[in-house]
């Protein structure tokens, strides 16, 4: 109760976020708080404050700070996120959607946080900047935050390295799956934006009801992606980018079928139908 409580909305790209940027507000001295997994109260909420007509996933946003702003935090994070990181891309640049990029202003507005005593943490990601550039934003953070450069250092070093044992238990897992699959069983592939795979409301259930008929589902990221940069040499939206390679590798798999959730109104979905297809 004594700390400052940052909140983390837990959904869309930032959820990605969430492994490192817990453990650099931690490092600092703040509570980290989530906003918890989507259920009916967020997608009502989402629905009374929302404004226009997203996609669903950028709707439940407004949900998922609803619920930040009744936990009473006293920041929310919430990125700007104009590039991201893609690895392996040689495409020229890795954008996030127009909704990413203008997220902080638009909730803002939206949901009058300014009137609620609540401040938003809005650094701006541009990862094809290169590591020097994204490395100055959590010495903004920490600025911002009342923290001198050398605990910002320290925070930092520190929560990189466990980000990196984040990242490695992740490779693990995706190496471990390529071994145990096999050619003389169905394996369903659920393939989306990370953030709607993993979403129990905006994925339906859909793995779970596979499951329940007796198939092996697994999703997509726990796949090695093969490289199609020499086909497709500037796909630069990263989510269509994961779906077409993964796309590519279920094709060539005998016994692997794809199933793709895609939301409505999105703009790079429109691609990557084709692109899939």
Sequence with gaps: PEKKTIGFPYT???RGLFPMFRNFFEELGFNVLISGITNEKTVELSQEYSMGETCFP???MNGHIAQLIEKKVDYIFLPSIHTVKNTGSKSRKNYGCVYLQLLPQLISQTMNIDEKNI???SPKFDADLGERYMRDIYFELGEQLGKNSDTVMEAMKKAMLKRND???KFQNIIKNTSLELKNDEKIFVIISKSYVVLDPVLNLGISDKIRD????VIPYY???K???SEEYPNLYWP???????IGKLVKNHPNMYAILLTNHCCGPDTAVLHYFR
């Excluded at 008929?213 to 092996?216: D, I």
């Excluded at 989510?239 to 390679?245: G, I, P, Y």
């Design 12 to 14: 869309l790209a930032i």
């Design 58 to 60: 950028v709707k439940l």
């Design 119 to 121: 401040k938003i943490l």
């Design 166 to 168: 984040f990242e490695q």
């Design 213 to 216: 008929m007796g198939y092996k």
């Design 222 to 224: 726990d796949l090695k």
């Design 226 to 228: 093969p490289d199609i």
């Design 239 to 245: 989510m269509v980018k994961n779906s077409v390679e």
